[in-house]
C-alpha cells in the first residue's frame, strides 16, 4: 500500500517524538517533494515525498537497527516495496546492502547527508549570531 501523507505521518510520529527528528523528517519531506518535480516524477510527488517523511522511521527507537527495523515496521503496516526498499537504501554500505538504484532511492541517500549537513550548519550560525 502507498499511504497517505498523514498515515505516513502519523507512523512517523509513533516511532519517533524528538522535535530534531520530527524536523528532518519533514525537511527531507519537502526535498524529495521538491527533487521529483525537477526531475520528471511530478506524478510521483506524494510517493517521494513519503520516502523522505519515513526515512529515519525507526532511527530514535532503534538507532543500532537504522534500515533494517523499519523494513520490519513499513511491512507489517502493509506498505509497499518501493517504499520500503528506498527508505532502507538510505542506508546502504552503513547498515545495509540495499544499493540504491532508482532515482528517487538515490536522491534520498544524497538529500539526507545534505539537508543534515545544511541543518548543523543554520543551527551553528544561528547559535553564533545569538551569543553576542
Known sequence: MIPTREQAY???TEYNNGEFRIHHALTV???MKWFAVRLG??????LWGIV????DLNFERYPKQRCIKEQ???REN????RIICAVASHGYALTVDIKPEHEMEKVLYAVDELT???G???LMHGAKHHRA
Do not use: F, Q, S
Open 10 to 12: 502519523n507512523l512517523l
Open 29 to 31: 519531506e519537502r526535498v
Open 41 to 46: 516524477y511530478d506524478y510521483e510527488t506524494g
Open 52 to 55: 523522505g517523511l519515513l526515512h
Open 72 to 74: 520490519e515496521i513499513l
Open 78 to 81: 502493509g506498505y509497499d516495496e
Open 116 to 118: 543534515g549537513l545544511i
Open 120 to 122: 548543523a550548519v543554520a
